[in-house]
């Protein structure tokens, strides 16, 4: 894995929500710069404490990005290269890499490449680059009829996005993310990825999993990482539940991960609900950004979580609109609510880039109750020690705890072995040791 990627946060971002564009055009758009609409949250992104850009789809598709008509090419609803070749040496500029969304186990029904097969059936040069059902008719991904399933047995598949994904790299990005790369055999990455490591071995290439074997995927592919999916849901399942019994389970898991590989962790993104809304009590809020704070892995953020932003993810057409919602033009243009949870990210973000030996930290269970639980995070002998609390004021020993780095409603008593940890009702705190 490349060495910056031990260093970064990520700030998660879906471009063609996020500047405004029509999702779902009825006539094919006229073209609009609208990429410079992120030149304007550059410098909230690196205040926050982003050390890297992770875009969803532009490139040219039908509707919502993951459709794609041409890998080749900027969405003319966001600009052209002109524009990308802009954002990314500003982004650079501020110290911010750039890692893209390569949706490569399908393309849009509408691209040139399905028309032909369409309507050249077997005699097409391309009718082998997709999967057909039984009866013959092109598969789609996840039975979404504009999502046309590419063949990954066919090797001119496999060289075409090795292609797409160096000729990126070449213009200045940093990597990518592998969307539903579940979808396809993990031998298809296995062979498609070392001629991309050839040109860029400094590239950071992670797939996106929601269930399976993660560790058995990364060994089998040779991507970087994978979505930690698994945690995620531990974190607002147990906080909603009261439940700390799932999370340390889950952890238990995550160190397992953390043996093999160093997964990519959040709480939030574009496919989910809003961790705002997700949550029952909105007090559980910061509980959940401590988790992602202080466990290894390499943490992301997704755009407006960082402000409380609402959001509920539904099923069908326009299903995740509620969750990929127009910026307004300014950071100061921002409702005023959301900056105490912003200031609550720098503050957070910042104790993890103080400490980044926590990307491969793994967490040991010193106390657990549904409602309290008491964790060391460690790595090659550094420890911190990570308190949370759902119910009413506690309080418990913490031997060798010298200090709070972080918290809420947090008060630490005496030192070394006498430590205490008093806690208010829903306090949390991350608190430093003699060898921190």
Not at 402 to 418: E, I, K, S, T, W
Request: proline share 6%; glycine share 10%; with cysteine.
């Amino acid at each position: 894995m490349p060495a910056w990627i031990e260093h970064a946060v990520f700030w998660h971002l879906y471009p063609l929500g996020f500047v405004g564009a029509d999702i779902r055009p009825a006539a094919p758009p006229l073209p609009a710069h609208r990429l410079d609409h992120l030149l304007n949250w550059l410098d909230y992104a690196v205040e926050l404490g982003a050390s890297a850009l992770l875009l969803g789809p532009i490139f040219a598709s039908a509707t919502h990005g993951y459709d794609t008509t041409d890998h080749f090419r900027i969405d003319p609803r966001l600009g052209d290269e002109a524009d990308f070749d802009r954002l990314v040496a500003e982004a650079q500029a501020r110290g911010l890499r750039v890692v893209l969304d390569g949706v490569f186990n399908h393309v849009g029904r509408s691209h040139p490449f399905v028309r032909d097969a369409l309507e050249h059936g077997g005699s097409s040069p391309k009718a082998s680059w997709f999967r057909y059902t039984p009866e013959g008719e092109l598969a789609t991904f996840e039975g979404h009829h504009g999502l046309v399933a590419l063949n990954g047995e066919n090797p001119e598949v496999e060289d075409y996005v090795r292609t797409v994904m160096t000729h990126w790299l070449d213009r200045g990005i940093a990597g990518w993310r592998l969307d539903a790369a579940y979808a396809m055999a993990p031998d298809f990455w296995g062979r498609v990825l070392p001629g991309v490591r050839d040109h860029h071995p400094d590239a950071f290439i992670f797939a996106e999993m929601i269930h399976g074997d993660y560790a058995g995927f990364v060994q089998a592919s040779g991507v970087d990482s994978v979505t930690q999916y698994e945690l995620w849901k531990a974190i607002w399942s147990a906080l909603n539940d009261k439940n700390f019994f799932e999370l340390s389970w889950a952890l238990d898991r995550h160190n397992g991960f953390l043996d093999h590989f160093i997964p990519q962790t959040f709480v939030g993104n574009h496919d989910v609900t809003r961790l705002a809304s997700r949550l029952d009590d909105v007090a559980t809020l910061e509980h959940a950004l401590a988790v992602l704070a202080v466990v290894g892995g390499i943490p992301s953020v997704y755009a407006g979580d960082e402000q409380a932003f609402h959001g509920i993810k539904t099923e069908g057409e326009g299903g995740d609109d509620a969750v990929r919602p127009a910026f307004p033009e300014r950071p100061q243009d921002l409702w005023p609510d959301g900056w105490p949870i912003y200031h609550r990210h720098q503050e957070l973000i910042g104790l993890r880039r103080r400490h980044p030996w926590l990307v491969r930290a793994r967490s040991k269970t010193v106390l657990l109750e549904n409602t309290r639980l008491v964790l060391e995070l460690a790595d090659a002998g550094r420890r911190l020690f990570f308190a949370l609390n759902l119910g009413g004021p506690t309080s418990f020993s913490v031997p060798d705890a010298r200090g709070v780095l972080a918290g809420r409603d947090a008060h630490l008593c005496g030192a070394g072995h006498d430590a205490r940890l008093h806690l208010a009702e829903k306090g949390w705190a991350v608190l430093s040791t003699a060898l921190c």
